[in-house]
């Protein structure tokens, strides 16, 4: 060792240890190293002295017991585990056994209900999602078992880092389980079934990945996404650099960046990096061809070797920056091609929607009664608005659009308060103006809202709502909408028709399919008892009807829960800023269940 | 690393675990808590959270406890488990980091390797012998360790606070974790 590469390493490693050494001194530090063994042997035992030293001081400053707290914390968590080892073990060696002739591994259990419910299911993109999470199922339970050493001594722990959750959900609906709520944990090494909708993950490094339905996807530990079916959009921010999207065929390592995968059914995966930097790698697993997710990453058996030490050395591994894309077809060997990136695909954000809300808990039963809250995400910011900030509505209008049978049109307390149509201006979830009429077709020219049917004027089926002022057209929803809808029903909640008062210059009729929050939602809460007022003459063709009919009270005995959707201006023609005054709501006809509105709330 | 009165504590510790009382594996986690600790530390590759591999190598030694023979070596057991998490977690910071980075944690886990015949042991004794090279630091040094290691501030930081550039403070860590170096070599070289 000369003084001058001496002089050099000390500056060198002591830029690698505060972790300040750039490119070109990186190459330099290991020119030096690798020509001298003496440098490499000091640099070994500054190395191991800086680790001890950092060791040292903890010890110094907090002593030992927090360590042995939280050893002893993950010891009493696994105890379980433990415990039940000794029958875990039995039951691998059975499996073990079951694995040795090959046509039962294909037979390996499926639970009961879903077998069935998959052979009846007769959607193709159903079947196709079950068939991948099936397969992807009874792979991992083959490489659990697989990871057993030679000695007999399993090699894999369970992982000890905080949890995944489930940071936002838009309008998810998921096959075989309920929709998780908003911040609640994801279970690793679950395969989850998204059949539409969004969900957002949010990894403890940091790192979050939008995922559209539908897709099949798994959390694994150390910041890592496993999706096998779908497209998922992720941004990870200053210090999640390192997460990782496992894909049947790829593994693609963030370097702080935005990127998105797509795994397609057809063993296409396309990957794009709209900011950053992403590095893709040929997936690990051999199994990659059968598409099952690959071994997490505590499997000490997966070949080194599969990994060339140089990016872009080989054709397995590519680096990808901003603007760029590929697709990689894994089939026959890896092959890459490039693909034409677009920003569209990439999403930045879920969509704009009614979040959440709160209300007050009735005494008798602890169910939702008052509103006082509804939290909406406009223009990519959640606002939470108290009850008292929404705008009123004031009902205008009001026709059935069919005359027999029973109809309830009121939900109130046990004895009407002042005018029936005022049920639809408070703050309550179980009061409100029901069963208004409808329309298969959405209104293509403006309503008739001033019904006489002593003059043979009949209104248009539905009912008219005007705002207490007019609501302006802003980023994303303006109004909140809420209905009731009964558990169980066939629907996620009632579809219907929203229009101007007035259809013109360039204004629209727009049909509201899907709740932000539908009966899947956790948000979407249960409410407290109703009373029915059921009109003792079915058919009210006017608002003047509805306020002199006679109702008799019935209660209420399913147990129902308040949607709610958000309804955006600009869907209904409105120019961003522009005001309306009001809405014309009719139910969409596509069941015999007709929507029940308990409470609409202009945005301000 | 364990003396016989240890090792008949350990293994009476372990006898009750497996009968059903869990708080003993504590005594295991007391003894092993701080030989493990130091050993990853002198053989963890940069990036790698050795109380992180150190806790998952208790927690598996514990689920895996009915693996384990009584009355045989329980600590090279141990030990070797936590050299399978090590492993482990090498092989994944190896994953994730980029190529620039890998090169350093390659060359530090191919060296650290080549040592791996020492034992455990040798590694907690220097930890030990560490301790007494820091009392012997000056105050104005012993500065800049606290600073460095328990507050963790950035050199920026520390170059503000002593009045000096950021080149000198590095000067400085480079002569500060080169003096004990020598000291720990010394001390160890003595005792054995």
Known sequence: MNSDSREQFETLWTNFLEGELDDAETDLLRELLTSDEELRQMAIELYQTHRLLGLLIQEESTGNDGFIEGVMSEVLRHQESFDSRAMKRVREQAQAQSRSAPALVRQRPVPSTWHRKWMTVSMMGISLLMMIWLAGKVLRDDQRLAHRGNDGQSTTVETVEPPVKFSRVAKARFFGELTPAADSTVTLHQSYVLMSGMVELLFPGGAQAIIEGPAVFEAQPDNCLAVNLGRCSVHAPDGAEGFRVETPDTRVVDRGTRFTVDVSEFNETKIQVVEGIADIYKSASPRSASRGLRPDTLNLEVDENEFATTTGARAEEVRLRSKEAIKVLAESGFIVTPEVFDAQRHRMQLPDRVVSYTATLNEADGKSELLETVTVQRGGEEVTYAADDLIPVELIGFRVSRNQGRFDHVLGGEELVGHPAQALADHSLVTGVINPGGSVASLQSSPVLNSDPENNVLGTPGMAVRFARPVKNGPGPDIVFFEIHPLPSPADGDAFHVSPLQLTSGKKSHTIREYDLSVNSPEALPVTRMLAHEAERGEIESLAALQKAKFSLRPVRLEYRALAVGIDLSDLGYAPGEEAEGLFIQDAEDNDIYVDPVLIGGLP | ?192
């Open chain 2, 1 to 192: 690393m364990t003396d016989t009165h240890d090792h008949h504590t350990i293994e009476e510790a372990l006898q009750k675990v497996r009968a059903g009382d869990v708080d003993e594996f504590e005594i295991v986690v007391r003894t092993f808590e701080r030989p493990m600790r130091a050993w990853l530390a002198g053989r963890a590759s940069p990036g790698i959270d050795i109380d992180e591999v150190a806790q998952r190598s208790f927690v598996a030694a514990f689920t895996r406890l009915d693996q384990y023979e009584p009355g045989t070596n329980f600590s090279a057991w141990l030990f070797s488990i936590a050299r399978y998490q090590l492993q482990t977690e090498a092989t994944r910071i190896r994953r994730v980091a980029d190529y620039r980075s890998r090169w350093a944690s390659d060359l530090l886990t191919r060296e650290l390797e080549r040592q791996q015949d020492e034992k455990p042991e040798l590694l907690e004794m220097r930890l030990e012998q560490l301790k007494h090279c820091l009392g012997f630091l000056e105050d104005s040094m012993r500065q800049f360790v606290d600073w460095r290691y328990r507050d963790e501030i950035s050199l920026e930081e520390m170059a503000e606070k002593s009045g000096r550039s950021v080149a000198a403070i590095k000067k400085q860590l480079w002569l500060l974790r080169n003096k004990l170096r020598e000291c720990v070599k010394m001390r160890t070289a003595a005792l054995e």
